[in-house]
């Protein structure tokens, strides 16, 4: 929206001050600054206002605006004087405004610190948090311009006003003059504010998808006259899953006298329904979507699914008509999955939601799937079926425009019915906060993460996000320092989720290997190895096993103390006529679980080779039922109005089609399979950690664990599936997976620090002064490298010395150089082409003499060219120790990076280099160095000298310390850094400072446009 000629030429309207969110109860509202152009709208807004409303905001009865105030809140020079509103269907329902004044509480300018603010909501969108979000952005718009302090007049018995003031998080101060309460609040965000902010937008985003997923009603927008098309097949799958709740169908080509298609009312619009509708799915061809859009809007739906292809997967003129889809829907305070999504299901029993493509609905269980692919998802639904498995909750999202795997991750957090949060993800269009979503959610419960398109460097089609730069190694590292598993494979995701979601974490990595097949036992045994687990020597049962056999075998293996996990080996038995023997499956799981439900609550799995029944047998002897019902949304009511017409033809994805999986067999759609399980044999045993269980006891200082703000979610009884798989390497790597996220889990109940002591070594004013004056001499937005001696001036800042070089153009300053600093010295070049390569002959170590260094100057200029060329420096030795390499990065969409690796070919050729995210606790920098490959060499490999890895982790945390507390430093790379047995020296830093990028994640809550 553009300013009139009437506003301040100076001061051009902040468009980026514009922002979607997400309210309390789960509806989007639009923040944006007030203009002329809302003159009318100002006006109906305030006589929506309650009168009790109006005496709170002015003091006094005040029933009309005059034209003069009407003038004073449309007229703004967005500096000294903002107002912003809270709209929805274009409509305001709430507004906020702050003036800047001075000490004597006058209209003032710049540079006053302090304003006066006020807020208004409508009576009826009371209670849906409109009044704290507009806070949080008022806020942020003022910390912009300058102002660093609210002041604010409440009447005392104006509680909720002066509760969204208490609630803030902000500090404040309060009393109590003429009458009202005086308020004062500082702007500047603490760790309370944040916390308070992160809160409520985790119960805000988890409450908008639990209303897409728990609808009271549900209708389908296109569902096609005769049999077949999408949204008739739609409408089929949800009648068949026995959804709950009221379903229509809804197409504007019905016949005027057609009741009733498929048994459910038929309607040519929403408007002729008479009851709330909670959830459309659109299955109309992309030109007709914004039509129906509309009509939802109007008619009070509150959530899409759009299925509709012809979007951002097609292109550029896909893109923008994606992007005002998703503007259009949130104008109405509408949230979507798609487009071109292949839909939702939600088998708690209260709901049986199938809203989707999948003709049948998956048996009801404990593992919530997210997945922006519909092949991938029809995969991922046959494959869990094929083993037994259960859902929770499932969302194909298609092309993510609007609700993605960080809601997902919202969601599956405080969801009781949801143990293990599995998602195939194609791009992260907020990796921050992705990152912060997974490791809280993943210090309750597992979150497993396919990422596809690793190594394109682009997006796929339809995804619209920010490409980062950062390479897929390192966004590995950082998922695996969140917490999340990260697998390279769907089957890999199934096979981790079936172990998590049905078994205890592992207290360690001792595993016990039993079985009928010595051979299967010992290939087992590998695996362990070569995943990293510590295997007891298999126990061979011999082919003469019966199950009796094996359940003695199990049963004493859970009760022995030396193993954490079990892994059961079986082949089928062999008659006495040589004929392998089958059909025994049933009866060894029969066997099987009864020494679980006996037995210690430690991880079992089995690895079996072609006996029938059995995988089936294991996973129908349990229960993956969720224990306790989950109740539908709150649902409201509102007027009914003519609409327009739905089209008719819907338009399908191709992305629906039957996959095939990695075996080459074809899946169709309908491979998902309804069914009832059992009572699990094992359930509700004592055990250690459960995968949806909290780590330790809720702690506001623990990383992920719930806060006033966010209650930790309910603790499920354990189910007692145990997982089959039908390779060793399969089963292992899935144990594996889950011994190191119980290790995580175990850790993050008790964080890291930052050592007190830094502070008294770090100038962080005299760092921000060095920045700003070397910043001000470029005014290039791209930044500058600094010199060697500017990055050794800002580096010894925060207490990181370099050892000084001295440049040697010639000889004779060679030698006066290595005069100055004390022999022996190091003779470098400096050429970019030959920088750190000793290899090249480069580099000249040890030079004890005038002598020697006049001669090793002849030798490197007759080898590798003229001293012009070389730009050779001179440099005192250090002690011998080993080569590191100690870097620092900030990337736009993840924020910044601390790397660690051994210098030379370790990280360079090997890519043996070590990430975490800024900034780094002393237990992050412990475990960056140790968990490269290489480690080893630190720690006195082969009879070698220990290093002093003390001293290499307090220069990981300045160096952290540095980027966190000055985004304009955006790279930095410490090479090489030489730990000794005693110290450490850093030989070789640069730097380089640019413009910080902005910090969305810091900023006042905001759904992302694409």
């Known amino acids: 929206m553009e300013p009139t000629p009437e506003q301040s030429p100076h001061h051009a309207y902040p468009d980026h001050w514009e922002a979607d969110v997400v309210l309390r109860d789960g509806g989007t509202a639009r923040i944006r600054p007030i203009t002329t152009d809302d003159a009318e709208r100002l006006v109906s807004f305030y006589e929506q206002v309650s009168d009790e409303s109006k005496y709170y905001r002015f003091f006094a009865p005040y029933p009309r605006l005059s034209d003069r105030d009407v003038h004073r809140f449309t007229h703004h020079d967005y500096v000294d004087r903002v107002g912003l509103a809270v709209t929805i269907g274009g409509e305001f329902i709430g507004t906020v405004r702050y003036d800047r004044i001075n000490d ?16 208004l909501v409508q009576d009826a969108h009371q209670g849906r948090g409109v009044a704290s979000a507009l806070l949080e952005h008022i806020a942020a718009v003022a910390r912009e311009r300058g102002i660093r302090r609210f002041a604010a007049e409440v009447l005392p018995a ?12 902000y500090s404040q101060r309060r009393s109590f003059e003429d009458g009202s309460v005086h308020l004062t609040l500082d702007l500047e965000p603490t760790e309370k504010s944040l916390a308070v902010q992160r809160g409520r937008e985790q119960r805000a985003e988890a409450r908008s998808v639990q209303r897409l997923l728990a609808p009271g009603s549900v209708a389908v927008i ?13 409408l089929r799958n949800l009648l068949a899953a026995g959804y ?12 005027e006298g057609l009741a009733t298609l498929d048994g459910v009312p038929a309607h040519r619009s929403l408007g002729e329904i008479d009851e709330q509708v909670d959830l459309a799915v659109i299955a109309v061809p992309a030109h007709r979507v914004p039509e129906a859009v509309a009509d ?3 008619h009070g739906v509150q959530g899409l699914v759009v299925l509709s292809a012809g979007y951002a997967e097609r292109g550029a003129e896909g893109r923008e008509l994606q992007r005002e889809l998703v503007r259009q829907a949130r104008s109405y305070g509408m949230r979507i999955i798609g487009p071109n999504a292949f839909g939702i299901i939600n088998t708690a029993e209260t709901v049986r939601l199938n809203a989707s493509l999948a003709p049948e609905s998956p048996v009801r269980g404990r593992i919530g799937l997210f997945t922006q692919s519909g092949a991938i998802g029809i995969a991922l639904l046959s494959g869990l079926h094929r083993r037994g498995a259960g859902l929770s909750s499932f969302i194909s999202a298609g092309n993510r425009a609007d609700v993605s795997g960080n809601d997902f991750l919202q969601y599956s957090f405080e969801d009781p019915d949801t143990d293990v949060a599995l998602l195939y993800l194609e791009s992260l269009g907020n990796p921050r906060k992705f990152t912060r979503l997974a490791r809280r959610t993943a210090a309750v419960k597992p979150v497993v993460v396919v990422k596809g398109a690793r190594h394109s460097g682009t997006n796929p089609p339809g995804h619209a996000v920010p490409v980062s730069r950062i390479p897929d190694a390192t966004v590995s590292a950082l998922m695996r320092q969140a917490g999340v598993i990260r697998v390279d494979t769907v089957t890999e995701m199934v096979d981790a989720g079936l172990l998590l979601a049905g078994q205890p974490l592992p207290a360690g990595p001792r595993v016990a290997i039993l079985g009928n097949s010595e051979s299967l036992g010992l290939l087992t045994y590998d695996a362990c190895l070569a995943e990293g687990l510590r295997p007891r020597p298999p126990i061979d049962l011999t082919t003469a096993a019966s199950p009796q056999d094996f359940r003695d075998a199990l049963a004493e293996a859970l009760a022995d103390g030396t193993c954490d996990a079990v892994i059961v080996t079986a082949i089928p038995w062999v008659g006495e006529n040589g004929e392998a023997e089958t059909g025994d499956g049933q009866v060894l799981a029969a066997a099987l679980h009864k020494a679980v439900a006996g037995g210690s609550a430690k991880p079992v799995a089995v690895v079996h080779v072609e ?10 002897a349990s229960s993956t039922a969720a224990p306790r019902p989950r109740t539908t949304a709150p649902r409201t009511t509102a007027p009914r109005t003519t609409a327009p017409d739905a089209s008719t033809a819907p338009e399908t994805s191709t992305d629906r089609a039957a996959t095939t999986d990695r075996a080459g067999t074809t899946t169709p759609a309908a491979s998902a399979t309804p069914g009832a399980a059992a009572p699990a044999p094992g359930a509700g045993q004592p055990q250690p950690i459960a995968p949806g269980r909290p780590a330790a006891p809720t702690d506001p200082a623990v990383p992920g664990t719930a806060t006033s703000e966010t209650p930790a979610p309910e603790t499920p009884p354990r189910p007692g599936r145990i997982p089959a798989y039908p390779a060793a390497e399969r089963a292992v790597r899935a144990l594996a997976e889950a011994v190191k996220y119980a290790q995580w889990r175990r850790q993050a109940a008790v964080p890291g620090k930052i050592p007190e002591f830094l502070d008294d070594t770090i100038d962080e004013p005299g760092a921000a002064a060095l920045i700003e004056a070397q910043l001000a001499t470029a005014p ?15 580096l010894g800042r925060y207490g990181i010395d370099v050892r000084p070089t001295l440049p040697a153009p010639d000889p004779e300053a060679a030698v006066a150089a290595a005069a100055r600093l004390g022999y022996p010295v190091a003779l470098k070049t400096t050429a970019p082409h030959l920088r750190h390569r000793a290899d090249l002959g480069g580099v000249r170590l040890d030079v004890a003499d005038e002598e020697a260094l006049r001669r090793a100057y002849g030798d490197l200029t007759d080898l590798l060219g003229k001293p012009a060329e070389l730009l050779p420096v001179v440099q005192a030795m250090a002690p011998r120790g080993v080569d590191t390499v100690v870097r620092a990065s900030i990337d736009a969409a993840a ?30 920098a412990a475990e960056l160095i140790r968990s490269i490959r290489a480690a080893p060499v630190l720690f006195g490999w082969r009879g070698s000298a220990p290093v002093d890895t003390a001293a290499l982790e307090e220069l990981l945390l300045r160096l952290s310390r540095l980027v966190d507390d000055h985004p304009e430093v955006v790279s930095v790379a410490l090479e090489p850094v030489v730990v000794a047995p005693q110290g450490l020296t850093v030989l070789g830093a640069s730097v380089r400072l640019a413009p910080p990028p902005a910090r969305s994640d810091l900023g006042p809550r905001r759904l992302p446009n694409y």
């Open 244 to 255: 709950t709740g009221r379903t229509y169908a809804v197409n504007r080509a019905f016949d």
């Open 296 to 298: 939802c809007g109007e």
């Open 222 to 234: 296109g569902t096609g006259r005769t049999p077949g098309g999408v949204g008739r097949t739609v």
């Open 895 to 924: 924020g910044a990076v601390l790397s660690f690796g051994l210098a030379g070919a370790p990280s360079e050729l090997l890519g043996d280099t070590a990430h975490r995210l800024v900034p780094a606790t002393d237990r992050d």
């Open 104 to 119: 004597q509480g006058r209209p003032a300018s710049a540079p006053a610190d302090e304003a006066e603010v006020a807020f």
């Open 611 to 620: 006996i029938g029944g059995l995988a089936e047998a294991l996973a129908a």
């Open 158 to 169: 104006n509680n909720k006003m002066i509760k969204v003031f208490r609630d803030g998080g």
């Open 780 to 794: 290039d937005p791209r930044g500058r490298p600094l010199t060697h001696d500017e990055a050794r001036e800002l």
